[in-house]
């Protein structure tokens, strides 16, 4: 079946950089586009980005316009992971990142997002 | 940027109810284009409704959307002890937005 296993908890320093993994399994890597979300604690869902994994064209990210410039999403289609790095992390940065396949096989990234990784906390303190 | 707003913020019913949940977006969406999502404390969201109003593989009947344009509402005919929950409306665009939740607590 689809999973979605993604890397462990993180603490980190305002600042610092941090990237969190998330390796697809089940189904074939570069057929399906991945969304990052996150949450923070107690609040509610906010997308982060969505990455094409396909290895048939130049990678293709696109993200949040309030991360611009901080955020960055890559593949490995050697291990069918996916990664999230988020720079110049600030307090409200802390939250709970989820990966989330695209549910549309071939599709344009613009469909509803199935299944979901278990999530990663991320923690900025000083 | 399309804005999603939920009501009510929390509902609060006996198991047997029947709950109605509402999703108003600030500018019209293509009812192919919004889903509805249940998270658990600790966990990750689940899909049940894609398309304004299919439910999702497994997901049991009681759950129905319906709606378009700018209103979409969750149905949950009769709950259960497992349907109380957060419930998250979201559209899938090229920027996806998402509401900012219904708490369904036991009354």
């Known amino acids: 079946q689809v999973q979605l296993v993604q890397s462990g908890a993180e603490v980190k320093k305002p600042g610092a950089s941090v990237k969190v993994s998330c390796k697809a399994s089940g189904y074939t890597f570069t057929s399906y586009y991945m969304h990052w979300v996150r949450q923070a604690p107690g609040q509610g869902l906010e997308w982060v980005g969505t990455i094409n994994p396909s290895g048939v064209s130049t990678i293709y990210a696109r993200y949040a316009q309030k991360l611009q410039g901080r955020v960055t999403m890559t593949r490995d289609t050697s291990t069918s992971t996916v990664y999230m790095e988020l720079g110049s992390l600030r307090s409200e940065d802390t939250a709970v990142y989820y990966c989330?396949?695209?549910?549309?096989?071939?599709?344009?990234?613009?469909?509803?997002?199935?299944?979901w990784g278990q999530g990663t906390l991320v923690t900025v303190s000083s | 940027e399309i804005v999603l707003t939920q009501s009510p913020g929390t509902l609060s019913l006996s198991p047997g109810e029947r709950a109605t949940l509402s999703c108003r977006a600030s500018q019209s969406v293509s009812s192919s284009y919004l889903a509805w999502y249940q998270q658990k404390p600790g966990q990750a969201p689940r899909l049940l409704i894609y398309?304004?109003?299919i439910r999702a593989t497994g997901i049991p009947d009681r759950f129905s959307g319906s709606g378009s344009g700018t209103d979409i509402t969750l149905t949950i005919s009769r709950l259960e002890p497992e349907d109380f929950a957060v419930y998250y409306c979201?559209?899938?665009?090229?920027?996806?937005?998402f509401g900012q939740g219904t708490k369904v607590e036991i009354k």
């Open positions: 979201q559209q899938y665009g090229s920027s996806p937005t």
């Open positions: 989330a396949r695209d549910a549309t096989h071939y599709g344009s990234g613009v469909s509803w997002f199935d299944p």
């Open positions: 398309g304004a109003s």
